[in-house]
């Protein structure tokens, strides 16, 4: 899969003349993708804040790749702020905490979001033109059965990966609404069991139903496939055959993810009451469920339960994680960094440097001259080796390092903050294996103290405790990290499937930030309501705020468009358990 090379290799209608909305005309409503201004994602970063596990802190972002009629530049660029304010008991400043340790806390990874195929495209139903992975699979093995081929393999490969990406999508996306459908409607029968009612949940359950059939069917489409290729690869040496293989048993897995969340979804329905009419849905969950056991036992594909002993479920966890990367890395971004705030301290410590070596020089000469040019000088009897001259030069010599030191610092915070910390470029190997270059980005942090942050930002801030028992002394500086991203925007809108935008997941590590603090539950001794004393234990936790701006530059109307997010991460000298939205 390539860019506007594939796109001119086939014989398929190129993206300008695709009309996706039309695609899914057979299909309900709800099932149908949106307008164009939805399809391309929203006009506006779109952004999730989660705590990943005891240690990270995960922010996704998505960059929105927007029609170029709604651009005022041929480039995309976005810009992503955060302000981090620790609280005291952690000890985080500039000296404990430089930026290279900050940036090595940092875990970012890039890719493209998947495209979002219809269902026809999924089934490999070609009647409006529009590309379909199935096809274009299906007329690859076609043509290796018959002696030729016009698809690469790598095209091919890619093409299998695309649709797992595009069908995980499809599925988990509507496994969601489909839940949120069935809880609505239960809620409402269950407070008011009127007929009204009872239609709408009866209809929620035939969606659903009808929902894992369209399913099933994609699937055994792409068995069928399988299979072909199997007849094809006659030695087993087949690459296609292969990697189809490895596309299934993933698609395996997140079709069994998707019954799982319905499943507890029912469960956690029926708890309330026997409710007759999820009963036909929760048999073809069962059902869907017994054929994805037999076929993954025929497959050879994991399967664990409770029995499973430790060392299963590991394996079973370990090759789930092998196999999404494996079949996500067709949408992932190679990120060329190129750190950059090694050559400012290199280059402020030279520059300093040489201001400190021209003082040294110049007060040398300064003073062998004062000693040579007066003949009644202390200098001349003394000699050029007596203690005045070695004073004298040795006074030079310290000035001459708190320059450099001086001057070290002042051009790295100062003369320095314009260029970037790091500067990567975001490149995209096509299935010819050439690299395009599709953007940049530039990331810059710094300390930053309360009286300098921009007035929006404190604004925010002081939300975080409306009340203001905190006084100013417990607001120390705030770390302010900027990314800015700029995203080659024709390169992007010629790719072989609609884009919608690029997904930026970035991991923050707060380990760094935990030692200093107390233990996180300590005993104490309190009087009940009856005066008698009683010990219990007390958790020790600490806010660790976070605001965020999200940027957009360039657009038609405004120069530049933001919007701001308050966080406070609840922490514990264990790690992090819990984020909290302050609402505005």
């Not at 190129?14 to 949106?34: G, K």
């Not at 018959?146 to 499809?170: N, Q």
């Not at 069962?286 to 394996?315: C, N, P, Q």
Request: positive net charge.
């Amino acid at each position: 899969m390539g860019f506007s090379k594939l796109k001119a290799a086939n014989n398929f209608r190129n993206e300008d003349q695709l009309s996706l909305h039309h695609a899914d005309v057979a299909l309900p409503p709800e099932e149908r993708p949106a307008k164009d201004s939805n399809f391309y994602g929203s006009s506006f970063i779109k952004s999730s804040v989660a705590v990943h596990d005891r240690t990270q802190l995960e922010t996704v972002f998505d960059y929105p790749l927007l029609p170029l009629r709604q651009f005022a530049r041929q480039n995309l660029r976005y810009q992503v702020e955060a302000y981090i304010f620790f609280p005291r008991q952690m000890g985080i400043t500039p000296a404990s905490y430089p930026k290279e340790r900050f940036y090595s806390d940092l875990r970012p990874l890039i890719r493209l979001r998947e495209p979002r195929l219809t269902y026809e495209q999924l089934v490999g139903e070609d009647s409006y033109g529009s590309r379909s992975p199935i096809t274009v699979i299906a007329t690859y093995l076609q043509e290796t059965g018959d002696g030729k081929t016009s698809f690469p393999e790598r095209e091919v490969i890619d093409e299998a990966r695309i649709f797992a990406c595009a069908l995980a999508g499809y599925y988990l996306r509507r496994v969601e609404r489909r839940s949120k459908q069935l809880r609505k409607a239960v809620k409402k029968f269950s407070r008011e069991p009127s007929d009204s009612n009872l239609e709408a949940l009866e209809q929620a359950c035939l969606d659903s139903a009808q929902f894992l059939d369209r399913i099933h069917t994609i699937m055994r489409t792409w068995h069928r496939l399988i299979e072909h290729a199997a007849r094809v690869d006659h030695d087993g040496t087949n690459r296609v055959h292969r990697e189809l293989k490895v596309v299934d048993e993933y698609c395996t897995y997140r079709i069994r993810d998707g019954l799982t969340k319905l499943s507890k979804t029912l469960s956690n329905l029926q708890r309330n009451g026997d409710i007759s009419q999820l009963d036909g849905l929760q048999r073809k969950l069962g059902a869907l469920a017994r054929f994805d056991h037999w076929y993954s036992v025929k497959k050879s594909y994991g399967w664990i339960t409770r029995a499973s002993d430790d060392l299963t479920v590991e394996r079973y966890v370990f090759r789930r994680g092998v196999l999404k990367r494996r079949v996500w890395q067709v949408l992932y971004l190679d990120v060329r960094t190129r750190p950059l705030f090694a050559f400012q301290q290199q280059l402020g410590a030279m520059i300093a440097a040489g201001l400190a070596a021209f003082w040294a020089v110049s007060m040398e000469i300064f003073i062998r001259n004062k000693a040579a040019n007066q003949a009644q000088s202390p200098f001349n009897s003394l000699g050029s080796g007596t203690m005045v001259i070695v004073v004298a030069l040795i006074i030079a010599y310290i000035l001459k390092d708190r320059i450099k030191e001086l001057g070290r610092s002042y051009f790295r915070s100062s003369l320095m903050r314009s260029i970037p910390d790091n500067s990567e470029r975001i490149q995209y190997s096509n299935s010819d294996g050439q690299k395009w270059s599709i953007g940049s980005i530039s990331e810059y942090t710094r300390f930053i103290s309360p009286a300098k942050l921009p007035d929006e930002i404190r604004e925010l801030h002081k939300q975080f405790d409306p009340e203001g028992l905190e006084s100013e002394e417990d607001s120390g500086d705030a770390v302010h990290y900027r990314k800015v991203i700029d995203l080659n925007a024709n390169i992007l809108r010629s790719h072989i499937y609609p884009l919608r935008a690029v997904h930026d997941i970035l991991r923050l590590n707060i380990e760094a930030f935990l030692s200093k603090l107390d233990d996180p539950l300590h005993g104490t001794e309190m009087l009940d309501t009856e005066g008698r004393l009683v010990e219990m234990k007390m958790p020790k936790v600490y806010h660790l705020d976070l605001i965020l701006k999200y940027s957009q530059i360039g657009r038609t109307k405004t120069d530049e468009r933001s919007t701001f997010e308050s966080i406070r991460l609840i922490v514990n000298k264990k790690g992090l358990f819990r984020i909290e939205r302050i609402e505005r």
